[in-house]
Structures are given as C-alpha cells and as structure tokens.
C-alpha cells in the first residue's frame, strides 16, 4: 500500500509543490526564488500554447526582424521573450533581465520594485525549427546580484556559472517538459495539457553510465581543428578510430543531430551521450562556435553536472568561465563525463593546450 501511496505521491508532485520542499532546504530562503520558479512555468505554459497552435494562428513565418545574431525573428520568438518580460518585469523579484534577443541589459521599469535576483534566458533556442514542427526550447539562468542596491547592473549578469542559483529548459516538444535544478539534483516535469499543471515525472535525473549518441553537426567537419576530427572518428568507433593517452577504447555510438540544442541535450540527457558545438579553425566563420556562454553554455552545464554529467569547452569547465559581455560565444562538449573529459584529451593532444 505504501507503494502504491508513494506511487500517487509522485505523479501529484505539482512544480510549485516541489519548489516549495526544495525552498525548504534553504532555511534562510524568502520564497522570492520559488515565485520567480512558479513564474517561469507559468510562461513555458503560455508558451507551449502557442507552440502547439503554431500552424493554425497564422504565428509562423519571419516576422521580416533580426536579432543580434542576425538571425531570422520568427513571430514565436518575439512572443516567448515578452511574454517572459511581461510575468516578471513587476514581481520586485528582479534586479535585471538579459535576453538572448536582446542586445543590452533589460531593465526592471522605473515603476515597479528592485529584486535581488538576475534572470537571463533565451527564450526560444532553436526557433528556426519551428517551421518543420521541430522541438524548441526556452533555457533561463538564475543568478543573485552582486551589486548592493539599485538596478541591476552589467556586473550582475556577467557571473560564472559556478555561481548561478537555478537553472532550467522549458522542451516544447511531443510533450512539454520543464527540467530545473537548484544545486540539489535535477528534476522534470511534464505538463498536463488538461488541467495545465507540470506534475514531476522524472525526478533526481542522472545521465545514463552508458552513453547511446554523440550529437554534433558533421556538415561543418571541413572547418574543424584536428583534435576534433578525431575525437569524432573516436566516437564512431571505426578503422581509424585512435584512442589517446588517457581515454578508454573508442565507444562507437550512433549519431543523433536534432539542430535545436534543448532538444539534443533534453535526448542525452535522458538515453546518455553528448554533444557538442566545438569552434571553427581561425580562418572560419566561428572561431569560438555558435553557441551563447550565459544563455546556453552555461545553464545546461550546471544541470549536467548536477546529472552527473559535465560541460566543457574544450580546455576546462564551462562553469568556471568568467563571461566577458553579454553575447559571448563559446566552444561546447556537453553530457556523459568520461565522453566529455575524453574531448580535453584529444583537443590537448593535438590541438595543444591554450
Ligand atoms: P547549426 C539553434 O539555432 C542553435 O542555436 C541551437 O539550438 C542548435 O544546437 C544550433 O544552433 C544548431 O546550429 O549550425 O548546426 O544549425
């Protein structure tokens, strides 16, 4: 009977329920962070709306703008980052937001209260695979401020990953997950769609010890450092598959690329594996890869370590780099440590260390 008991406990755990018990382990805590988490679900609820009408309300298409990546605005972006704005611009839980979409800081407006904690978010990674009904995701960073009092300054968003708060991805996929962490463990959430409630469905996720993928984009090999190259031959595990000093026998796994990183890591996540963005030769277009440190790096990071997992790029822990502006690009391998550690290996031996 306990079981069962325990069984329905588990499938009735609401997110707000579970922030609350994690709140709990944070004598000291104000409830400002737990609020600022309920607000978050609340606008991947409102955003999974809108993902799963995305055909039929006429919110496909470019909206003819581009952000500071030069990318193509698709309608859906620009919905997923106000709406983001809109739930939290009055709390009085925010000292400053930062965005993916936007160039600058996002400060908290002049009538509404100073917090004490910084979100920074990208509000739908992965958006220009709306079109074609891939999975997208909303990753958000949650760090306390540095700075004493007033707005939010520069200084409060430019923190290493080592001291981010929380961290999480809203997945709007088959299913609509939200997967968060707080330093202790990481837990997933999937929402039921009738009654509009994340209910716990994968709680303490670790990677698998077995890792099934290896996930990166093999089109650009032509623009990879020789470590790289080889990691991946590595990976494969084929005829010229070479381990190196230091690495176990090449593993041989399957390629997974899905091209929307929340989607990619979510899959690792949950079958084992990794993936990773690595950066261009000097000469190419990308010399520190695609991927932002502050909106994507380090977020998944935190949450693959409290996985059990660990990102890199390349040369040491994503949660150590000290961001220097707000777009900063980085280098990312990311999920199944050893696979990890073992990319270290190869882009030190053959790429020299920096
Ligand atoms: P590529 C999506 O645009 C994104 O920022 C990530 O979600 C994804 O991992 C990556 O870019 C895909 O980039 O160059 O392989 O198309």
Redesign the pocket.
Known sequence: MATDTGQFARHMTTIERHILDQQSAFPDASGSLTSLLYDIALAGKLIASKTVQAGLVDILGRQGATNVQG?DVQKLDVYADQTIFRLMDHTGRLAVMASEEHEGLIPIPKQYPIGNYVLLFDPL????NIDVNVSVGTIFSIFRRVTAKGPGTMEDCLQPGRKLVAAGYVIYGSSTMLVYTTGNGVHGFTLNRSVGEFFLSHPDMRMPSKPKYYSV?QG?ERYWSPGVLRYTRYLQGGDDAKSVPGTPQPPGLSLRYI????A?FHRNLLAGGIFF?PADRKEADKPHG??RLLY?AAPLAFIAEQAGGYASDGRGNILDLQPKELHQRVPLFIGDKGLVQAAEKFVAHYDGVK
């Open positions: 990318e990674d992965g958006s220009s984009n650009y091209g929307s990183l929340v990619d963005y695609k991927l994507e």
